[in-house]
């Protein structure tokens, strides 16, 4: 694109950028000119300038790219909220707070601006949930919550749970011999997938998602390679493949020490308040669309022959 800026116009970005350098002010105008994105670094290490504290740990003149908005650069939440609103006024579009949660440096907010202007994958952080903070969110609780920590993105997902060994049911399986069964594995990745749902789910379909309104409808193409014991580290890796309320299905795999434990061709999950008891319609909707009964198969479709 390329336009000149009306008087006024430039007035309000002159308005906007005061007491901002002549070369941040000189960035804004070929931007809003011509649509130039290698003037985004500019612009925000020109906005960041203007309000970075004197006391900051770190200096913007000697920051890189790692540099951290808050523990380097000194900047506080309604700091942060002020140069949102700048950029928002010299760029022309809008940050929903949720886009911004994770952005933590200098660089992953020059990468985020730059994908969502161009409409590309921000490349923004995932969220970052402790065994606590996933405690407050999943309906599944100890002794039943086989998660430890977790990261969400918009459409993936990872998460990891290492067998502790005093797990209740490893006193009987196996006798002398403790191994985590193949359903509990599989119970763990449903659980990785209820938090996806749960955290990410709401804001792709406009409305809240009660934690206890999140069931099992069904597993598919699922398979168990090798048993697992205390001490080892699962690692889930589950990718959305389609989201269309009330259904959410993804397909994964679990490793431990690097080798396959475990692969899920389709894992469907069913939410929202009209399946609850009583509020479930008979439907002569097509089997991808149709939701199964709330439970998960603990012997899934084409499990390999490995004991559990």
């Not at 300038?49 to 000194?74: C, F, H, M, N, W």
């Not at 949660?101 to 601006?113: A, H, Q, V």
């Not at 795999?253 to 509020?279: D, H, M, W, Y």
């Amino acid at each position: 694109m390329n336009v000149t800026l009306t008087d006024k116009e430039m007035a309000d970005l002159k308005d906007g950028l005061r007491r901002c350098s002549p070369e941040t002010i000189d960035a804004a105008v070929r931007y809003r000119e011509t649509g130039d994105l290698d003037t985004i670094p500019t612009i925000v290490f020109g906005i960041l300038e203007r309000y970075q504290p004197s006391t900051a740990p770190v200096k913007l003149s000697q920051a890189d790219e790692d540099a951290r908005l808050i523990e380097d650069l000194g900047l506080d939440s309604l700091t942060l909220l002020e140069i949102v609103l700048t950029i928002e006024e010299v760029l022309k579009l809008h940050i929903e707070n949720e886009e911004l949660r994770e952005i933590r440096t200098m660089g992953s907010l020059n990468k985020f601006l730059h994908g969502k202007i161009t409409g590309a994958d921000t490349g923004a952080p995932s969220k970052v949930y402790s065994r606590e903070e996933i405690v407050l969110v999943l309906p599944q609780q100890p002794p039943f919550l086989f998660l430890d920590e977790a990261s969400l993105n918009a459409e993936t997902l990872k998460a990891s749970y290492t067998v502790k060994g005093n797990e209740f049911f490893l006193e009987g399986h196996f006798k002398d011999e403790p191994i985590f069964p193949a359903s509990i594995v599989f119970e763990a990745t449903g659980q990785a997938a209820c938090l996806w749902v749960l955290e990410k789910a709401p804001a792709q379909i406009g409305k809240e998602i009660k934690s206890n309104h999140v069931f099992f409808a069904s597993l598919d193409g699922a398979h168990f390679y090798q048993k697992t014991k205390p001490g080892d580290k699962l690692e889930f890796e589950l990718k959305l493949t389609r989201l269309r309320e009330p259904l959410a299905i993804f397909e994964g795999t679990v490793t431990s020490r690097g080798q396959r434990v475990a692969k899920i061709e389709r894992l469907v999950l069913a939410f929202g308040e009209q399946l609850l008891p009583g509020n479930i319609p008979s439907s002569e909707s097509s089997a991808s669309d149709a939701v199964a009964a709330p439970a998960l198969a603990v012997a899934p479709n084409g499990s390999d022959s490995v004991r559990s």
